[in-house]
């Protein structure tokens, strides 16, 4: 008897180790394409601590951060769905921490001409002189979906065709979809500096700044977390001079 105790205490220190050597991460797609994924990776190379991504769907994400089992340790969001879950008393007290920065940009065909659409009279002009505007169907529950959705519907770009589509409007266009007049709205996901031409070649740019569409991410520490740690480790990783680059390379820019 007293050898099978040893063997069962060994095997929960054991059990202990591994999960303060893993922290869960709860994040929408924005954040996990727009630079999370890499981020996590260089965290546990230099740190030996394994970042689990939890993929959460935007309009659930913030229930699911206060309730699914085994709990995140730390959630990021957009710092309005933040702020609610922040009023839950749902993360630690003074980790609120403003990350970086989205944009909605427009996007072409490969082989089309980059318009000017400088100003919101220029892109409205762009906008309604395509064949169609694809952007993700605002029935998968994406924000910037949404956002997309009702910058179509504003007065200014009355008359331009919109088409919700399953997936994102980039690799869309970039597959074949639409013909050469079409354009995209979407997450920029690769480097860009504002008022200079994109690397990305189906990439027109970010939207004017005026009109609001971008995405503000803020990340936090869950008030359920068991290993404080770590998260508090990753949370000051996420906003180091070490992960701007990592975030830049897939188009969010830190504050």
Do not use: C
Not at 212 to 221: F, K, N, P, S, T
Request: charged letters at 20%; glycine letters at 10%; aromatic letters at 6%.
């Amino acid at each position: 008897m007293r050898i099978f105790w040893l063997a069962f205490a060994a095997t929960m220190a054991l059990g202990s180790v591994a999960r303060a050597d893993e922290i869960r991460v709860l994040s929408p797609g924005v954040g996990t394409s727009g630079g999370l994924r890499e981020i996590a990776a260089a965290f546990a190379k230099k740190t030996g601590t394994k970042v689990t991504i939890v993929p959460g769907e935007m309009d659930k994400i913030a229930e699911a951060f206060k309730t699914a089992t085994p709990a995140a340790d730390l959630v990021i969001l957009p710092m309005d769905l933040m702020g609610s879950v922040a009023l839950d008393r749902g993360i630690k007290p003074g980790s609120f921490t403003p990350v970086g920065r989205v944009e909605i940009g427009l996007f072409k065909k490969e082989s089309a001409p980059r318009p000017d659409i400088s100003t919101v009279e220029k892109l409205a002009v762009v906008l309604k002189g395509a064949s169609a505007i694809m952007y993700t169907n605002p029935a998968s529950g994406s924000m910037q979906a949404s956002m997309s959705d009702q910058l179509l519907k504003r007065p200014e770009f009355a008359g331009a065709k919109g088409l919700p589509v399953q997936g994102n409007a980039e690799p869309a266009l970039r597959r074949g979809d639409g013909d050469a007049a079409a354009l995209g709205l979407g997450l920029i996901q690769s480097p860009y500096l504002r008022g200079q031409v994109p690397g990305n070649p189906l990439l027109v740019g970010p939207l004017p700044p005026e009109l609001g569409e971008h995405m503000d991410l803020a990340a936090a520490i869950s008030a359920r977390s068991t290993d404080l740690k770590d998260a508090q480790a990753f949370l000051a990783f996420l906003t180091s001079p070490e992960a701007a680059p990592l975030w830049a390379a897939k188009g969010t820019g830190l504050f």
